[in-house]
């Protein structure tokens, strides 16, 4: 089994900045893709940012030259900086794995999602 366990949300003003962190732990073999997902109130879960083991990254766009997506692959981590926040970035946000087990296959895993909560 593997866990994905957030952290860093929370309240902040319009303008403000937050960074959340992600941290996979279990049985890993490998992660190849990790991201970032939000859910904002009555809306679809959207892929925010997403990264590759080899450091390729790929933004949503309204979220493009103000979010910044990074991982440590010695610590199984990912993190995504958030700047310039707005109010629709209020969201429940969900980090993602893709992990690649001792046997070689392949599974999703989900954080348990963080609120970040953007008003004046």
């Known amino acids: 089994q593997v866990q994905l366990v957030e952290s860093g949300g929370g309240f902040v003003q319009p303008g403000g900045s937050l960074r959340l962190s992600c941290a996979a732990s279990g049985s890993i073999f490998s992660i190849d893709f990790m991201g970032w997902f939000r859910q904002g109130l009555g809306k679809q879960r959207e892929l925010v940012a997403s990264?590759?083991?080899?450091?390729?990254?790929n933004y949503e766009d309204s979220v493009k030259g103000r979010f910044t997506i990074s991982r440590d692959n010695a610590k199984n981590a990912v993190y995504l900086q958030m700047n310039s926040l707005k109010p629709e970035d209020t969201a429940v946000y969900y980090c993602?794995?893709?992990?690649?087990?001792?046997?070689?296959?392949?599974?999703?895993?989900w954080g348990q999602g963080t609120q970040v909560t953007v008003s004046s």
């Open positions: 993602i794995a893709g992990v690649t087990n001792e046997k070689g296959y392949v599974y999703d895993y």
């Open positions: 990264i590759t083991r080899s450091g390729g990254t």
